[in-house]
């Protein structure tokens, strides 16, 4: 059901590393009690892991398990977060995004056959490695080449299809390879970890394979299905998001009502919803530094631009920020605005590292957009949270 008969290793802050036969239940590995739980059903298999050690703490990787992943397995889909497209990306990003506003590109543009995944290099600890938000698709040839960080793994073995998925639950993250390896991650090396790093779900068709690996996740983590999400309001009808058709350089107040009252004018685009994307923000040296946009860009403030639009027939708008607020953080002025606290990242400051106190900044922020109006957010960024708090806390929770 996902563990082969290989190995199984645990990994100390000293160097010392644990090496076992795969055992489901709880036994003893070197000076700590391991804990591997196994629950499996018709259609798949949770991994539950538990550590507790006597003494030393564990690593920053501290488990390692071979995966049953046979050779003759065939039509591999690794989706990675190891970056396999650098070489040409940002080019792209900056030639193509400017081409289509009629602007001078940022850059040369891209090769048009660029060579992908090229070569693959890494190191093997997250901190160093060139890792992404995006997940990049590969095909390995075989189990021994599937590229590390990788988070979905689809494989293919007679009749049957898995559908591998890593998790971020409680204390642990997981991650599949290099090669077949379920590779454990954790914030701060400690003496207890326990976690859920991943399902596998099972299936004669690859995307009922799929659709169980949500399935048994959702029993472990926040996971649902989307099934049995309530679908977003905004979902219901088209919408327009500032970030394509004006980047952050032109972001203004004039623009985006000249933009949609052009299209609903023009050609009667039905647009229900607004997006005001990157760019609305008054920054000192790259740093978020206050709660009201940019008086340079909205002089009249996010009310009276949300005013205009719902003028136009548009129901929703809504505002664009990162998980951590701004690229950079927030400056202490903007926490005081709010009369929060934050947690100093660099230069600037962040959540909390705890539940309770990134509530109170979301909760706070939240209040200030409802006030001005805004319907919906969009959070970007979510993949920074494993290097904001690195290292942080002996105990912390998956946010």
């Not at 690859?206 to 999400?229: D, F, G, Q, W």
Request: aromatic content about 12%; glycine content about 10%.
């Amino acid at each position: 059901m996902g563990l082969s008969e290989g190995s199984l290793i645990v990994r100390f802050v000293d160097g010392e590393e644990c090496t076992f036969k795969v055992l489901e239940g709880s036994f003893r590995l070197c000076s700590s009690e391991l804990s591997l739980n196994i629950l499996k059903y018709d259609y798949g298999s949770i991994i539950e892991i538990s550590v507790r050690s006597g003494g030393t703490d564990l690593d920053e990787y501290p488990v390692l398990m071979d995966l049953d992943l046979d050779e003759q397995a065939q039509g591999l889909l690794a989706l990675t977060l190891l970056n396999l497209s650098g070489s040409f990306m940002n080019k792209a990003f900056n030639y193509y995004n400017y081409i289509a506003q009629g602007k001078m590109p940022k850059s040369e543009p891209p090769p048009e056959r660029p060579e992908y995944p090229g070569d693959i290099n890494y190191v093997g600890k997250w901190e160093h490695d060139s890792v992404n938000s995006w997940a990049f698709p590969m095909f390995p040839r075989d189990p021994g080449k599937i590229p590390p960080y990788t988070v979905f793994l689809l494989t293919k073995l007679g009749n049957s299809y898995r559908a591998y998925l890593a998790l971020s639950s409680d204390q642990l993250t997981g991650f599949i390879g290099p090669g077949p390896k379920l590779v454990t991650f954790t914030g701060k090396p400690s003496q207890n970890i326990k976690g859920w790093p991943l399902v596998v779900g099972i299936s004669r068709d690859p995307y009922e394979a799929v659709e169980n690996a949500v399935k048994l996740a959702s029993m472990v983590t926040p996971i649902k299905h989307r099934r049995s999400k309530v679908r977003p309001r905004f979902m219901n009808g088209l919408g327009w998001c500032s970030w394509n058709a004006l980047l952050t350089e032109d972001l203004n107040h004039e623009n985006i009502v000249r933009i949609v009252k052009g299209l609903r004018d023009r050609g009667g685009v039905p647009i229900r919803w607004v997006l005001i994307d990157d760019g609305w923000q008054e920054l000192r040296n790259g740093i978020l530094n206050s709660v009201k946009p940019d008086m340079s860009r909205f002089p009249k403030g996010f009310r009276a631009l949300i005013d205009e639009l719902k003028a136009l027939g548009i129901e929703d708008v809504g505002l664009w920020f990162t998980v951590n607020m701004h690229w950079r953080g927030v400056t202490e002025d903007f926490l005081k605005s709010l009369g929060v606290e934050g947690y100093r990242v660099g230069e600037g400051y962040v959540p909390m590292p705890n539940l309770e106190g990134a509530f109170k900044l979301y909760d706070a922020w939240f209040r200030v957009l409802k006030v001005e109006g805004f319907g919906f957010v969009k959070v970007d960024n979510q993949w920074i949270i494993h290097r904001l708090y690195w290292g942080l806390c002996k105990r912390c929770r998956s946010l």
